[in-house]
């Protein structure tokens, strides 16, 4: 299994709602990423989780929570996200190795719409 | 910092013409180097990448990048495009500082239409 499988593909979503992304990779990568893309822009680092520990925050929103409960899987729970958050989320995987010569395996992403 | 520059954004080509995608990069050290493609409402597929040693990488789909440290530029190319290339393409550098964790910066992106 060389994917990583992202749901849901579509997602809309009221400003008072709660929900959740998920992300999963059979790879036995140890390191995954949530990214975020705005139409026509390149994609955006948000997230790092290191087997299963969050690494890397760039100073994301708290309206954004993310949680790796185990090696294969990411979650990113939303609750009170604004229509700027309307964006391509995209989850990806890479072995975890000390020189970083790895490249990501990218989900195909989560079509979020906030209303 | 790093940073990743592709000056194009928008090309067309013909179909059965050959491409070459610029990307330059500013980097103090040996950068690590990627070009991924993305489909319209797609994820991003790796396709091709570089640490060091040979400067010609060959990729998948026929592609492959030149790595010219003069430059600072690592070129896309192919030979021959087909209306499947159709896509948008980034470039991206690796930042071996994060402690071993590649975090990718990208470049704007270049935008190819393939023309029948």
């Known amino acids: 299994d060389t994917e990583v499988t992202q749901t849901p593909k579509h997602l809309v979503m009221g400003m008072t709602n709660k929900k959740s992304l998920k992300c999963e990779q059979h790879?036995?990568?140890?390191?995954m990423y949530w990214y975020k893309q705005k139409a026509k822009k390149p994609p955006e680092l948000m997230f790092v989780?290191?087997?299963?520990?969050?690494?890397i925050n760039e100073s994301v929103p708290s309206r954004f929570s993310p949680e790796c409960p185990n090696s294969s899987l990411l979650n990113l729970h939303l609750h009170a996200l604004q229509p700027e958050d309307s964006a391509l989320y995209l989850c990806?995987?890479?072995?975890?190795?000390?020189?970083?010569?790895?490249?990501?395996?990218f989900g195909s992403g989560t079509r979020l719409t906030v209303v | 910092a790093q940073s990743v520059t592709q000056p194009d954004i928008h090309i067309t080509v013909s179909e059965g013409a050959s491409l070459e995608l610029r990307c330059n990069y500013s980097y103090g050290a040996t950068p690590y180097l990627f070009w991924y493609v993305q489909s319209p409402g797609q994820g991003l597929q790796l396709l091709l990448k570089y640490f060091s040693g040979d400067t010609l990488v060959q990729g998948i789909k026929g592609f492959e990048a030149e790595f010219k440290r003069s430059q600072s530029s690592f070129n896309l190319r192919k030979p021959s495009v087909h209306w499947s290339d159709a896509a948008e393409y980034f470039c991206?550098?690796?930042?071996?500082?994060?402690?071993?964790?590649?975090?990718?910066?990208f470049g704007a992106g270049t935008r190819l239409a393939v023309h029948p």
């Open positions: 991206a550098v690796g930042d071996p500082s994060t402690g071993g964790y590649n975090k990718l910066i």
């Open positions: 989780y290191s087997y299963e520990k969050l690494s």
């Open positions: 790879m036995g990568h140890r390191a």
């Open positions: 990806a995987s890479s072995e975890k190795t000390g020189t970083g010569k790895v490249g990501y395996t």
